[in-house]
């Protein structure tokens, strides 16, 4: 098969397979081991869903591991860990009653809150620096919606029983920048295509 394009000849072909079997084990493992631990709890979803599926897809769509990938799976990421961990906050009652062991039982609730907000950031700042590595400067309005992060920071409040209402709008700004963002970046890589 001519181009490279062939799965077989691919150079990747050990590390996909590598990351198709970490995401079966981040998969039947969730549940039963990795929600009784905070650490893993927090970045299991951005490793599925950001570096094994995104930056996978990449790959075996004839991309290369390089740095704007990186950056771009690492930003993704960390807003990925952010959109279910915000959503842990109410759960705390029930978490802790089922035996998990989120970021927010087990560190409590203002650290976690911290935690939300430095990933919003660096996040921030990862999109940021992949705008300036390929000059595409553009896309530094798609590195501005995770500072949107802020106002989710102080929606989830000292307490997420306390409001509820501030609790869901924080919920729903987390699902929205999680949706916005890596769309806008699309359009953004994209565009120079279109004309």
């Given amino acids: 098969m001519h181009g490279g394009g062939h799965l077989a000849q691919h150079a990747y072909l050990p590390w996909l397979l590598l990351a198709g079997l970490v995401g079966l084990l981040i998969?039947?493992?969730?549940?039963?081991?990795?929600?009784?631990?905070?650490?893993?709890?927090?970045?299991?979803?951005?490793?599925?869903?950001?570096?094994?599926?995104?930056?996978?897809?990449?790959?075996?769509?004839?991309?290369?591991?390089?740095?704007?990938?990186?950056?771009?799976?690492?930003?993704?990421?960390?807003?990925?860990?952010?959109?279910?961990?915000?959503?842990?906050?109410?759960?705390?009652?029930?978490?802790?009653?089922?035996?998990?062991?989120?970021l927010p039982i087990v560190f409590d609730q203002h650290v976690s809150r911290q935690v939300v907000l430095a990933q919003f950031i660096t996040s921030s700042l990862l999109l940021g620096l992949l705008a300036w590595h390929m000059a595409n400067w553009a896309l530094l309005l798609a590195a501005a919606l995770p500072l949107l992060g802020i106002h989710i920071f102080r929606g989830i409040g000292a307490s997420a029983q306390a409001d509820p209402s501030a609790m869901l709008n924080a919920q729903r700004l987390t699902v929205l920048v999680n949706l916005v963002t890596p769309a806008l970046i699309s359009l953004l890589l994209s565009a120079p295509f279109w004309f």
Avoid: K, W
């Fill in 27 to 102: 998969v039947t493992a969730y549940t039963p081991i990795i929600t009784r631990h905070p650490l893993l709890c927090l970045i299991a979803p951005g490793l599925g869903f950001a570096a094994l599926i995104m930056g996978g897809s990449y790959v075996v769509m004839g991309g290369h591991i390089n740095l704007s990938l990186l950056l771009l799976v690492l930003a993704s990421a960390m807003l990925l860990n952010n959109l279910l961990l915000v959503n842990q906050f109410p759960d705390i009652t029930a978490d802790a009653h089922s035996g998990r062991r989120t």
